[in-house]
């Protein structure tokens, strides 16, 4: 044993006198194509951020699988050893994880991601923090994409009794939505007015749902926040289409095709005593491959940024 503890290697210390401050800013801006958690077909979706040894939550989106929560989460003070120089570098990364929220039980873990951090040694720089979709998985299942970006500002010295978070020589915060930081202009995507053209003709072959036959549907659309219905079928069984086929949107959506939110399809079937259930789910991840140009007497009418969309959907089970 003596001499096992003679050839055992000596203790190594690393040590800091001092720790810098940062603030971390992580702009949570959307996610597509998420895991569906609820027997409905959908998620009650909100994702947790973790940095080192600080953490913070979204606010909760309710039933979608592609939720825009459009926030900023502001890590105030984190304290980190080291030249700053070396963090610079070489900066810690973000994990950030999803769950769907449940009302009685614990939230149910719909997968994670990791992001890199871009780091600002100067308040001052310019730079800017650049949106880009991460793909999230769960174990060895595909959990959908989050589009987000994160800043680590270093903090000057303030007086010990003034929160960083209003520091002077930070940069301004983001604008609010009631209580929650919202993605400030220069980083959230650029929108302009875009007009959508659904034609929804009907339905075919619907499986049976819960022992039942699908006989009075209609479909619901989501893109970018806005949802529209469509009429019901009364009798799929006399006539499997729609009452009225054309639908449609008049929403504000991103410019670049990078950022171009889905186009969530859901079917529900009518039946007795008011119950709605969830019959079918499709997502359209872009519709970047149905845009046209717009008529030059349009483009002339609602100021030369109307774009059409136009498209023909079926769904089928």
Known sequence: MAELASLAAPRMFLTFETA??????AYIYQARDVIAADDSGLSDPFARVSFITHSMSTETMKKTLSPTWDQTLIFGEIEIYGDPK??????????????????FGKPEFMGRT???????????????????????????????????AFELIKCPPTAPDKPLLQGKDMPFLPPKRGDLYIVPNGIRPVLQRTGIEVLCWGVRNMKRYQLAAVTSPSVRLECGGNVLDSQVIKDTRRNPNFPQNLLFFDVMLPKEELYMPPMNIRVKDHRQFGRKPTVGVHILKSLEKFRIEAP??????LGNVYDEEHISTEIIE
Do not use: C
């Open 296 to 301: 030059s007497e349009m483009s002339a009418t």
């Open 86 to 103: 070396a963090l610079e570098a070489s900066a810690p990364e973000a994990y950030i994880e999803l769950f769907d929220h449940d009302t």
């Open 114 to 148: 990791k992001a890199q951090v871009m780091v600002k040694l100067d308040p001052a720089d310019a730079r800017t923090a650049v949106l880009q979709w991460y793909p999230i998985s769960r174990l060895n299942q595909d959990g959908g994409e989050l589009l987000a």
């Open 20 to 25: 810098h401050k940062y603030q971390l800013r």
